[in-house]
């Protein structure tokens, strides 16, 4: 069943889409330079699922697997948004996002692994256009992501001695990273955009990146609705803590300018 929860804070979003709340500056449509600051903040809601190997200190990393398209099922709460800033050819970016998941997994015959995890994604960066027309931009961008994450894992093994063991932990870690934003105008109304990010380079994590790609639609001057399908890939070890995922799924996303 569908968690009202999740609706709830997908429209306290929209209703308070003019507050810079936590955006994806990437679904913004391309335009040309504009004498002064120009300003974007965006909601969107993140059906994200999560695949892959997470572990604290006390029990084996475990394997799983949340499919975006179960995530209603799995989704204790969520918001994400971001805003930038623009001035000429540079800007300045922050983006976040919040997932709170719950999921089970039965990675081997006869056990049964409960796994809950609060997290918090955010980055801020700072871009400048390498290439921009009346159509389309390029930019370069530099920057740190966060990644902040309480985790609870317990492990249920009844053909065993020890038929329960229970581990928790938490991190927090911030991944510098390098990348390109390109946006693409296809009319007076639509654009394609896509943003690629690399990093990690073992500051913290072994490899950080993401991937974002996506259709915008213009509805007012000053307002955008934008479709886009977002990867996150994190591969960190610390200690016995271990959260080697991807998080993917769409994002629907309303982007205001002003």
Not at 20 to 41: D, K, L, N
């Amino acid at each position: 069943m569908m968690k009202p929860g999740f609706f709830l804070l997908a429209l306290t979003a929209l209703a308070q889409a003019g507050e810079p709340v936590a955006s994806a500056p990437y679904v913004m449509p391309a335009s040309s330079h504009a004498s002064g600051w120009e300003f974007t903040t965006a909601l969107y809601a993140p059906l994200m699922g999560l695949e892959g190997d997470v572990g604290v200190a006390g029990l084996a990393p475990t394997h799983v697997d949340v499919p975006f398209d179960d995530i209603l099922d799995n989704l204790d709460g969520g918001l994400s948004g971001a805003f930038e800033a623009r001035y000429d050819r540079w800007s300045v970016t922050v983006d976040a996002i919040w997932l709170k998941i719950s999921a089970a997994a039965n990675p081997v015959a006869s056990s049964y692994v409960r796994f809950s995890q609060d997290q918090v994604m955010a980055s801020l960066s700072v871009g400048y256009e390498i290439y921009g027309s009346e159509s389309t931009s390029l930019d370069f961008v530099v920057g740190g992501a966060l990644n902040s994450i309480d985790m609870d894992v317990d492990l249920f093994t009844p053909n065993l001695p020890v038929t329960t063991r229970s581990a928790s932990g938490s991190q927090e870690w911030i991944d510098p990273f390098v990348g390109l934003r390109f946006t693409q105008r296809l009319g007076d109304r639509w654009s394609v955009f896509a943003n690629g990010t690399y990093g990690g380079f073992d500051v913290s994590s072994d490899e950080y990146w993401q991937a974002v790609a996506g259709i915008a639609y213009r509805l007012t001057d000053s307002t955008s609705i934008a479709l886009a399908y977002r990867v996150i890939s994190v591969d960190y070890h610390q200690g016995g803590f271990v959260y080697d995922t991807e998080t993917s799924g769409p994002n629907l996303g309303l982007v205001i300018r002003f």
